[in-house]
């Protein structure tokens, strides 16, 4: 069974620095897709970026970037240049195939960020 | 704005009530999904449709009954729930559910709270 660990329950980052989110994953499948989610007080789950298990460079999105290392099983996030804005649960999440080539996005636990001005 | 409309956004009735939540997109996505989620935890999945048919159904309870009239609109009724069963729950429409493509990216809802008495 896929499988996705995030095991920064939480963390502090102090404004305009950046900081890395820790994800790792456990699948089989050779093909796959990771994301990574911003989930506000607000609860609106908010997309940020995906990595391919086929794309062979690291992908970014404006101040977002997946440091993606397949032979380790891991796709952290790095947030630069944080803002007070970036304070928010974040999930890094796993797609995962099923026989009838449908899908379901499988969560990791999340990890709580909180940055200080 | 999301591109995601669900209505209420809160909602509170007791155990034998029978109520509903709404879900509205405009993208032309083929697919919709229906997640709950428990305060602290991860969203997990209850439902998918594709193309207007339910293609996923991750054993969730009767008391939940999901529908989905045409492509651009996602019900989920409720009828005789539990306690047990406040949650926050979140509509996500994708272009469609199968493919390996970073093009299926999940785009969700602000969601739903709901509390049951």
């Known amino acids: 069974a896929q499988k996705i660990t995030q095991t920064q329950p939480g963390m502090f980052v102090q404004e305009k620095e950046a900081v890395t989110l820790d994800c790792t994953y456990d699948?089989?499948?050779?093909?796959?897709?990771l994301f990574w989610y911003k989930q506000p007080s607000s609860g609106e789950m908010i997309f940020l970026i995906y990595?391919?298990?086929?794309?062979?460079q690291n992908a970014t999105e404006g101040r977002y970037s997946l440091n993606f290392q397949k032979a380790r099983k891991s796709a952290n996030l790095v947030i630069s240049a944080s803002q007070l804005g970036d304070s928010a649960m974040y999930f890094c999440?796993?797609?995962?195939?099923?026989?009838?080539?449908?899908?379901?996005?499988?969560f990791g636990s999340g990890t709580r960020l909180l940055v200080r001005p | 704005d999301t591109e995601v409309t669900q209505t209420p956004k809160h909602l509170v009735m007791g155990m034998t009530n029978k109520k509903s939540l709404k879900c509205e997109q405009h993208?032309?996505?083929?697919?919709m999904y229906w997640y709950k989620q428990k305060a602290k935890k991860p969203p997990e999945l209850m439902f998918v449709?594709?193309?207007?048919?339910?293609?996923i159904n991750e054993s969730v309870p009767s008391r939940f009954s999901p529908e989905c009239p045409n492509s651009s609109l996602l019900n989920l009724h409720l009828h005789a729930l539990q306690p047990e069963d406040s949650a926050l729950y979140l509509c996500?429409?994708?272009?469609?559910?199968?493919?390996?493509?970073?093009?299926?990216?999940?785009?969700f809802g602000a969601g739903s709270r709901l509390t049951v008495l």
């Open positions: 990595q391919g298990s086929y794309d062979q």
């Open positions: 993208m032309g996505h083929r697919a």
């Open positions: 699948t089989s499948d050779p093909s796959y897709g």
């Open positions: 999440a796993m797609r995962e195939f099923r026989m009838d080539s449908s899908y379901k996005l499988i």
């Open positions: 996500a429409s994708s272009p469609g559910t199968s493919g390996g493509s970073g093009a299926n990216v999940l785009t």
């Open positions: 449709y594709s193309y207007e048919k339910l293609s």
